[in-house]
């Protein structure tokens, strides 16, 4: 029940910006510039920050999955905010930090899971950051989006890390191209490629 759930979820987030597409402003490529407000950053820069968010939640918070909130994962692998879910056995319970340009987190409200569920989360948390590929080093062994991400236009796309997947951690880049929706896995584990 939970993993048709996680995949439910993630697919959601992942479908959600299958359509997204922006033209680059009069003046300049907007890769660089767009959500000028905010940092662009990889998946793991904001780690740390989520982590020890979590941890003011629940001191056992284990994390098992990262994504972008929003459709904005850009050709280099960054995006302006990540989320970090974490599950806490001791509150069985799972939440969600939002971290924005690597520095800002805000965590999100929990929510009650069943046991069976907590203790899949829990055997499926991922492994520690520094064993896993960032975004811009999967987003790297991708072939279709990476392309459809560096072509005309500026495009951009969803990204999720988790090891609820099939097959451990792994990452899921998904775009449109060519008026169909493209979907590419990496193992995220690092020399796992």
Known sequence: MLTVLVVLVCAAALLSGCSREEREPAGGPARETTAAAGRWSTALSGVEEA??????WREDALLYAIATPEPALDARGRSPAWLYTFVSPSAGAVASVEVRGGEEARRLPGQRLPEPD??????????PPGRLLDSDEALRETQRVREVLSGEGWRTASAGLDSLSGGGPVWIFATVGEGRRLEERVPAVTGAS
């Open 51 to 56: 982590s020890e968010e979590a941890r003011r």
């Open 118 to 127: 907590i203790q899949n989360l829990r055997r499926n948390a991922l492994p």
